[in-house]
């Protein structure tokens, strides 16, 4: 047992233990993160390199232009395209086959890899892949309950922002009254949506060590975030603002590169970045039950207990 990262901890110290941790399981992670998750986004990035949203919709404009006749008619017939749209279209569907059949084996594999070294257990990425396998299934139907729940809630968020600007405009308020009433709205529309990201952030942690999947492991999660709201958003904030940052800098570096290299370290940036966040969501986790559940005074009393007997 890592008695640093079983007791509670602040801010400041999960983020030092984050990289404390991958650093010292980086073979590991790297092998679901890197091997198995970077590989397939690769792929799907270079496969949809002509066909990205802003290009697409860029293309758009460019096409309308291009087809407008003297008569300032459209002649969709003898311009449009179809194969862009199709492959466009091809390409959002593999992302999204590779958010629910690949993203739940590559995060699963790696909070598992987290809750178990702060428990003082260290084995070889081999052994963490077995374990993980198993629960490929219900992983992925954790990943498909998030999926559900996260657009219920920005759906009702954006409806009630869009009720509220509606509502403002239908008292007659106009141009600088408008934006400044509706300030407060927007901040709390975007507090809703980084209040949602850190609550799903803690769903795998709850489903992988507490056995509880599927919509069981989200009411969960929301039972934990709740108890530490401010802490889950101001970790989630500063993490991804750190790896955010980051990417950022590394992608600029790259920018020179031909496109199918360029693809490639893009996505393995991703796969090598993108872990920080699960490990201090993760340590997050436990630092919650410790602090507001007694964690790991259990963990003690159980050790006690397996020692007299």
Same mark, same amino acid.
């Given at each position: 047992m890592h008695n640093n990262l079983l007791k509670p901890m602040s801010v400041g110290t999960i983020i030092d233990q984050t990289f404390r941790l991958y650093r010292n399981n980086f073979l590991s992670v790297i092998l679901f993160s890197l091997l198995i998750g970077g590989s397939i986004t690769a792929a799907i990035s270079m496969f949809s390199r002509d066909a990205q949203l802003f290009g697409y919709f860029s293309s758009v404009f460019d096409m309308m232009k291009e087809i407008t006749t003297e008569d300032g008619l459209y002649n969709f017939t003898e311009n449009y395209t179809a194969p862009s749209l199709s492959k466009y279209l091809l390409s959002m569907l593999l992302s999204l086959l590779n958010m629910i059949l690949v993203m739940p084996f590559v995060s699963g594999g790696i909070v598992f890899i987290t809750l178990a070294y702060a428990h003082g257990i260290k084995?070889?990425?081999?052994?963490?892949?077995?374990?993980?396998?198993?629960? &490929?299934?219900?992983? #992925?139907?954790? /990943?498909?309950?998030?999926? =559900?729940?996260?657009?219920?809630?920005?759906?009702?968020?954006?409806?009630? =922002?869009? #009720?509220?600007?509606?509502?403002? +405009?239908?008292?007659?308020?106009?141009?600088?009254?408008?934006?400044?009433?509706?300030?407060?709205?927007?901040?709390?529309?975007?507090?809703?949506?980084?209040?949602?990201?850190?609550?799903?952030?803690?769903?795998?942690?709850?489903?992988?060590?507490?056995?509880? &999947?599927?919509?069981?492991? +989200?009411?969960?999660?929301?039972?934990?975030?709740?108890?530490?709201?401010?802490?889950?958003?101001?970790?989630?904030?500063?993490? &991804?603002?750190?790896?955010?940052?980051?990417?950022?800098?590394?992608? /600029?570096?790259?920018?020179?590169?031909?496109?199918?290299?360029?693809?490639?370290?893009?996505?393995?940036?991703?796969?090598?970045?993108?872990?920080?966040?699960?490990?201090?969501?993760?340590?997050?986790?436990? @630092?919650?039950?410790?602090?507001?559940?007694? &964690? @790991?005074?259990?963990?003690?009393?159980?050790?006690?207990e397996y020692d007299t007997n």
């Open positions: 084995e070889t990425a081999g052994v963490w892949f077995s374990q993980v396998r198993p629960l &490929y299934g219900k992983l #992925i139907a954790t /990943m498909l309950a998030m999926i =559900f729940a996260s657009s219920i809630i920005v759906s009702l968020l954006f409806t009630a =922002f869009m #009720i509220i600007v509606a509502l403002v +405009i239908a008292f007659g308020v106009q141009n600088t009254w408008l934006f400044l009433i509706l300030i407060p709205f927007a901040l709390a529309f975007l507090l809703g949506l980084i209040a949602l990201l850190a609550f799903i952030a803690l769903v795998y942690p709850a489903a992988v060590q507490e056995n509880l &999947y599927g919509f069981k492991s +989200i009411g969960r999660a929301w039972n934990l975030f709740r108890r530490k709201f401010w802490k889950t958003i101001g970790l989630v904030v500063l993490v &991804y603002l750190i790896t955010s940052i980051v990417t950022v800098v590394l992608s /600029m570096a790259i920018a020179f590169l031909p496109w199918v290299a360029m693809y490639i370290a893009d996505a393995a940036i991703g796969a090598l970045i993108s872990p920080v966040a699960l490990i201090a969501i993760t340590l997050l986790y436990l @630092d919650i039950r410790m602090t507001k559940e007694g &964690y @790991d005074l259990q963990l003690r009393a159980e050790s006690v």
